[in-house]
Structures are given as C-alpha cells and as structure tokens.
C-alpha cells in the first residue's frame, strides 16, 4: 500500500503544480500572522489524503517517559531550550540557526493550536511534539560534541552541509526537514502511538495540521530572509510558491504515516528492520536530491548579512 500511496502522491503532485502555475498570485498580507488557518491551497489534495484510510492498528496506552501528563507544559518546555539553542546559533551565525527558526516558529504554532482546541486529543499532539523535539535535540547535541557515529544519513547530510556552508539557506531549511520529517517522525508516530486506547485513529489530527503549516510558510520564509539569508525568499511566486510548499509537506506527512503504520504492525526483528531501511533509504535520497539542487559556492553574502541582521 505504501509503494501505491507514493505513486499517487507522486501523480497529483504533478497535476496540482501545473494547475497551480496557471493560478493568479494574490497579493501578500503585509503583517503576516502565523497562527490563523490560511486557505491557502490544495482543498482537493486535502481530500484525497483525508479519504486515504489509515490501517487498523490497535489502540494502547502511552507508556513512554517523555511528557506522560500530556500537558502543554511539555511544549512550554520544549519552546524554552529551542529559544536558548536559537539565541546561541543566532549569535555565531551558524548555518544551523536557519532550521532552529523555523522549528521553532512550527512548535509555537503547535502550542497555539493545542490551546484553542483545534485537535480532538491533546495530549496526544502534546506528547508527540515533544517526543519529536527530543529526538532534533539529541542528534544535533550528538553532532555537535563530535560523536558522529550512529548519526542517520539524512541528518549526516543536512548536518555536514550546514558546517560546510555547502547550501543555500532554502537548502538547508529543506535538508533539515527532510532529515526530521521523512526521517525522524515516523518512529515518534509509532512510539506514541497510532491509535488511541479505545481505537480512534489519530490520523484526522496529523492530518489537520497540514492547513496550520500552510499559514507559516510566509511569514517564516520572511523571517529568515531578514535575518539569515537575504536570498532565503527569492523564489518568491506569491500563491504559487506556498502551493508548493503546502504540496511537498502534504506530500512527505502522509508517507510519515505510512512508514509509521509499518513500524507499528511490524510482527518480527526482521519486518522491522526492512521497514527501518526504507525509512532510512527514502530520507537519505531526498537529502541527496535536495543538497544537489541547492549547493551553493559562496556563503560570503549571507554571513555578511547575518553578521548584521541576525539578532534579529
């Protein structure tokens, strides 16, 4: 089912990027607020993915440690070391600074949603934004202390290109996303669970917050353009340019689900481990795609930039 899902995904892709290329561009809000529900794009891609059934995984009880309660305080804590990480690549203008914006703009938007009840479970999203966080701040502490072993592909991508300024901004924003999206979300999925204890699915909430992230890529791509990388915005095509972000990540939070749904009704240490290699596998692969599309030679611009601007 995972192989059919990709090959359709893959085909609307398409048909919605060349529908998209003749849509007029609207103009831009000009104090963009991240947190109310754009309509941007794509109601009939939301209804494909929305009729895509998810697989009958048994409900159980969370029996992880991280954020047991549930309670919004996990993500209140989890903002709180993101702002201090922000503030201390900000300050070196690291490459690194680009993603940990980004991420952190994305888990204010969580927190904001949770708060006025756009979920139905949550203390479900709660558990897994902060399961997701942890697993971002272990590789990159890992990275960062030297000890490199056991470091997933895509994340060795995105990370050795962030240290060798190998990439545009845009490229390691789309580096560091596929390495926490394609990569990391499915296991956090399959840890907390697929299912609640009394068999709902908790797909209709994955999938919800797909028109959340349509209201953040404008705001967050002139973010870092003031900030980070003045070129960061320069694909700039009005409607256009969010169609196409809101399709990719539509596009890569359905094979979450799916490669989660796999790890979930794995049966053996041998199942398990073959659904390991094609989460590993896809992630790596984009990450390759994505670090060639956007090398670029020179830094010298945008650390110049950021020297000044970074603070924000």
């Known amino acids: 089912m995972t192989s059919l899902i990709r090959a359709v995904l893959g085909t609307l892709l398409a048909l919605v990027l060349a529908a998209a290329s003749l849509a007029p561009a609207t103009a831009a809000d000009p104090e963009p607020d991240p947190d109310p529900v754009r309509s941007v794009v794509l109601p009939p891609l939301d209804t494909f993915v929305g009729l895509l059934p998810p697989l009958p995984v048994p409900g159980a009880a969370y029996a992880g440690d991280l954020c ?89 991508i995105a990370l050795r290109a962030e240290d060798e300024k190998a990439v545009s901004g845009l490229g390691n924003f789309m580096l560091a996303m596929n390495a926490h999206i394609n990569r990391d979300f499915p296991y956090v999925i399959a840890r907390v669970g697929l299912t609640a204890p009394d068999g709902t699915s908790h797909k209709a909430d994955h999938n919800r917050y797909n028109r959340r992230l349509d209201s953040l890529y404008a ?62 596998t896809y992630a790596a692969l984009q990450a390759l795609m994505i670090r060639r599309m956007f090398a670029t030679p020179d830094s010298a611009e945008r650390d110049a930039w950021c020297a000044v601007h970074g603070q924000g």
Request: hydrophobic content about 40%; some cysteine.
């Open 68 to 156: 047991r309660s549930g309670s919004i305080r996990c993500i209140n804590r989890v903002i709180k070391r993101m702002r201090a990480r922000l503030d201390v690549l900000a300050a070196s203008c690291s490459h690194s600074a680009i993603f940990s914006l980004a991420y952190l703009r994305v888990t204010q938007n969580v927190r904001n949603a949770v708060r006025s009840g756009y979920f139905d479970d949550r203390k479900w999203l709660n558990r897994v934004d902060t399961v997701f966080a942890d697993l971002y701040f272990d590789v990159t502490r890992r990275w960062e202390r030297g000890r490199r072993t056991n470091i997933p592909g895509a994340w060795r």
């Open 219 to 280: 705001p967050v791509f002139a973010e870092e353009a003031a900030r980070f990388d003045p070129r960061f915005d320069d694909i700039d095509a009005g409607s256009i340019d969010e169609t196409v972000a809101g399709v990719i990540m539509r596009g890569w939070r359905e094979m979450v689900w799916r490669h989660a749904e796999q790890l979930a009704l794995a049966r053996t240490p041998l199942q398990r481990r073959l659904v390991q290699r094609e989460i590993e």
